[in-house]
């Protein structure tokens, strides 16, 4: 079990960008397989991106993850955020080397960040 911790949201106006850090205690990150998820006002927790345990990045449209193995986090770069944009941002983690895009396999989770896209 991985104890996970969310945290770099904040204010973006529209078109800029944003480093998320999922920073993790109880464990080493890298063990785990790391999923990045999503959820609007009113609207259901969304997949946004995941790295499998036995990569280093992962890259998907606007969203680009990666790790730091020496300080135990994983990141979640937004490039050209939209309203859309507007969500709690969560970290997920699992011991699976499947990288999922699911809500199910994920056992640990953070509390989420606050990013608002607004002008």
């Known amino acids: 079990q991985v104890q996970l911790v969310e945290s770099g949201g904040g204010l973006v106006q529209p078109g800029g960008s944003l480093t998320l850090s999922c920073a993790a205690s109880?464990?080493?990150?890298?063990?785990?397989?790391v999923g990045w998820f999503r959820q609007a006002p009113g609207k259901a927790r969304e997949a946004i991106i995941c790295?499998?345990?036995f990569s280093a990045t992962a890259a998907k449209g606007r969203f680009f993850s990666s790790r730091n193995i020496a300080e135990n986090t994983v990141t979640l770069q937004v490039r050209n955020l939209e309203s859309e944009g507007t969500a709690v941002y969560y970290c997920?983690?699992?011991?699976?080397?499947?990288?999922?895009?699911?809500?199910?396999?994920?056992?640990?989770w953070g509390q989420g960040t606050q990013v608002t896209v607004s002008s």
């Open positions: 790295i499998s345990k």
């Open positions: 997920a983690a699992q011991q699976s080397p499947a990288c999922s895009l699911q809500e199910t396999p994920y056992g640990d």
């Open positions: 109880g464990d080493r990150l890298d063990r785990y397989s």
